[in-house]
């Protein structure tokens, strides 16, 4: 069976996710959010292809159960969202993606990783001294009630927010440096000027979805996907110096990991790739 419908000037409409009895009407979500969601899906999968044009409003109100105002409000978002162009007199077309460019190139361990990342504008939304949660205080090795210096900041490319970060350092560490410090040089040299440099990394990757605050920090939608990232960093005596999570959306940072099992000796068994987008 196809995954498209028929539609109105040899136009097609995927119909994969199109719920049969139009949209759900007690989910809490205005009705043209939940078509803005629907079709942004459809465009950020690929299912509707660069410079392929939507169908028109009259259509997409049928296809949804909704009214052309309705319609009209999610088009308008998509287009601010930059994912459509309205062409006056002739329709929604599907904008292209933008262009990914690698923030570096392959590097042999996390710590490249991170310092490229630290070449992004950083503004520190929070600093301060506190007891951590247990799970950082296990991770830091802290005694119970040990305080640990906590930082949450978010990372900028051309204005556009990339990443959400808070870490926690130990607080003897994190009493060497300061907010404007944060402002303006990236952790890993902090650490460093502090003599307690990095030197072994830890990492889970997984994924999360945005709640209202991430979501309104990072400039993204609520419930929308985020790569999240869960970082320990040890000094060369084994000794925990930093506890990283990250959330990013994965249209804007991604990470590559490329395994080499052929020829260890020509280069590392793994090396990773972070990309951003433009």
């Not at 993606?97 to 503004?123: F, K, M, N, S």
């Amino acid at each position: 069976m196809s995954s498209t419908v028929p539609a109105i000037a040899g136009l097609e409409m995927p119909a994969a996710t199109m719920p049969e009895a139009g949209l759900v009407r007690s989910v809490g979500a205005a009705l043209h959010r939940q078509v803005f969601v629907v079709l942004k899906d459809w465009i950020v999968s690929g299912r509707y292809a660069a410079g392929r044009a939507l169908l028109p409003e009259e259509a997409l109100a049928r296809a949804f159960g909704v009214s052309r105002i309705t319609v009209r409000r999610a088009l308008a978002d998509l287009e601010q969202a930059g994912l459509v162009e309205r062409r006056h007199g002739r329709g929604t077309f599907v904008r292209p993606p933008p262009a990914a460019e690698p923030l570096q190139h392959a590097v042999a361990d996390v710590e490249a990783a991170i310092a490229r990342t630290g070449q992004l504008r950083a503004r520190v939304l929070e600093f301060d001294h506190v007891v951590p949660p247990p799970d950082v205080r296990a991770a830091l090795e802290l005694a119970v009630g040990e305080k640990a210096q906590r930082a949450v900041r978010v990372r900028h490319r051309d204005g556009l927010p990339i990443m959400h970060l808070t870490t926690y350092v130990p607080d003897a560490i994190g009493r060497t440096y300061d907010r404007a410090d944060m402002e303006t040089t990236p952790l890993y040299e902090l650490l460093r000027r502090a003599g307690r440099g990095y030197r072994r990394a830890e990492q889970r990757i997984g994924a999360a979805l945005a709640d209202p605050h991430i979501a309104g920090l990072l400039q993204l939608d609520a419930g929308a996907p985020l790569l999240h990232i869960r970082r320990r960093l040890l000094d060369g005596d084994g000794r925990p110096v930093e506890d990283l999570t990250m959330l990013a959306s994965p249209q804007r940072y991604q990470l590559r990991t490329v395994h080499n099992w052929e020829d260890p000796a020509a280069g590392p068994i793994v090396s990773y790739e972070t990309t951003l987008a433009e």
